[in-house]
């Protein structure tokens, strides 16, 4: 393999980024962020442990579910889980994370590069309840870069066109995956069909 080793190298190879490129970045939240962050139903936290182990994870709820505090602060509600908390883990240890908040039908996406503390204060996390459940802790995300991103991903992927939609059984389930990753920890038939009503009536 021919290895890219220095910062150099990379310029060289894909030259400067277009100016407003660089232009769109701000150090705050203007109205059109928090109008992009309001119609998000999805976002993907990026983060990393002092080990350098590199963890993605998303978080969704409705619209709105993310709460802009101010120009430089947002805040995200951790709803239910698994209880793996390796996000979590990862702030504890480095507070250094990263946002991508997407929108059903929007191509364009926007980024949060920041750094975020865990509250477990109970006004805030009530302030968040849904069907009477409040989260147990929620994320306090100070913002340092945050800008728009364009459209060409998810443009090349067609995210959106229902007619690209994986078609049933073209995946594996849930279950099935669960039933071989776990050596047969679990029965992945069972998993599945539990999954029908137990998701649905677990999500807060």
Same mark, same amino acid.
């Given at each position: 393999?021919?290895?890219?080793?220095?910062?150099?190298?990379?310029?060289?190879?894909?030259?400067e980024?277009?100016?407003r490129?660089?232009?769109?970045?701000?150090?705050?939240?203007d109205?059109?962020?928090?109008?992009f962050?309001?119609?998000?139903?999805?976002?993907?936290?990026?983060?990393?442990?002092l080990?350098?182990?590199?963890?993605?994870?998303?978080?969704?709820?409705a619209?709105?579910?993310?709460?802009?505090?101010?120009?430089?602060?947002?805040?995200?509600?951790d709803?239910?889980?698994?209880?793996?908390?390796?996000?979590?883990?990862?702030?504890?240890?480095?507070?250094a994370?990263?946002?991508?908040?997407?929108?059903?039908?929007?191509?364009?996406?926007?980024?949060?590069?920041?750094?975020a503390?865990?509250?477990? %204060?109970?006004?805030l996390? /009530?302030? &968040? =309840?849904?069907? @009477?459940?409040? *989260?147990?802790?929620?994320?306090v995300?100070?913002?340092?870069?945050?800008?728009?991103?364009?459209s060409?991903?998810?443009?090349?992927? %067609?995210?959106?066109?229902? /007619?690209? &939609? =994986?078609?049933? @059984?073209?995946? *594996?389930?849930?279950?099935?995956?669960?039933?071989?990753?776990?050596?047969?920890?679990?029965?992945?038939?069972?998993?599945?069909e539990d999954?029908?009503?137990?998701?649905?009536?677990?999500?807060?």
């Open positions: 393999m021919d290895l890219i080793r220095s910062a150099a190298e990379l310029e060289a190879l894909y030259g980024p277009l100016e490129a660089v232009r769109k970045q701000l150090d705050r939240l109205d059109h962020c928090r109008a962050i309001a119609a998000s139903p999805l976002l993907v936290i990026g983060t990393q442990s080990a350098g182990v590199a963890d993605n994870s998303p978080r969704g709820d619209p709105g579910f993310v709460r802009v505090a101010g120009d430089h602060t947002v805040l995200i509600p709803r239910r889980g698994n209880n793996r908390t390796d996000t979590l883990h990862n702030i504890v240890e480095n507070p994370v990263g946002l991508l908040f997407l929108i059903p039908g929007i191509t364009e996406t926007f980024r949060i590069n920041g750094s503390v865990i509250s477990r %204060d109970q006004a996390c /009530e302030s &968040f =309840a849904v069907q @009477g459940k409040a *989260p147990k802790t929620v994320l995300v100070t913002v340092k870069e945050a800008y728009v991103h364009c060409r991903a998810l443009v090349r992927a %067609d995210l959106w066109n229902a /007619e690209k &939609f =994986a078609k049933p @059984g073209t995946v *594996p389930s849930f279950g099935t995956m669960l039933e071989a990753h776990t050596r047969g920890f679990v029965d992945g038939k069972t998993v599945d999954n029908k009503t137990r998701v649905p009536q677990t999500l807060y």
